[in-house]
C-alpha cells in the first residue's frame, strides 16, 4: 500500500529538480523530477520524499481535509 501526502509547492529548486512543499506547516524538500513544470502555490502528492503527480485545489483541500480528521482521531495534528 501506498501512501501519498498532499502538500503545497512553496519553492522550487535546482531548476525544478527538488521543491520545497509545505505539510500543514512543516516545509521539506522532495525531488521533483517525476512532474514537469511545477509552480509555486500549487498542490501536489508526496510519496517516499518525492512528487508524484499535480492536484487541482479542490482535490487538495479535501484531501488535507481528510488527512487532518485522519491524524485528530489518531492524537497528533498537521
Given amino acids: 500500500m501506498c501512501l501519498g501526502v498532499p502538500a503545497k ?3 522550487i529548486r535546482n531548476g525544478g529538480k527538488s521543491a520545497i512543499v509545505d ?3 512543516v516545509r521539506r524538500e522532495v525531488d521533483a523530477f517525476l512532474v514537469p513544470d ?3 502555490g500549487e498542490y501536489v502528492i ?5 512528487i508524484i503527480e499535480k492536484l487541482d485545489e479542490k482535490e487538495a483541500i479535501e484531501s488535507i481535509r481528510l488527512w487532518k480528521e ?3 482521531a489518531l492524537g497528533g495534528t498537521i
Fill in 9 to 11: 509547492v512553496v519553492e
Fill in 23 to 25: 505539510y500543514g506547516g
Fill in 38 to 40: 511545477l509552480k509555486v
Fill in 46 to 50: 508526496v510519496h517516499a520524499g518525492a
Fill in 70 to 72: 485522519i491524524l485528530e
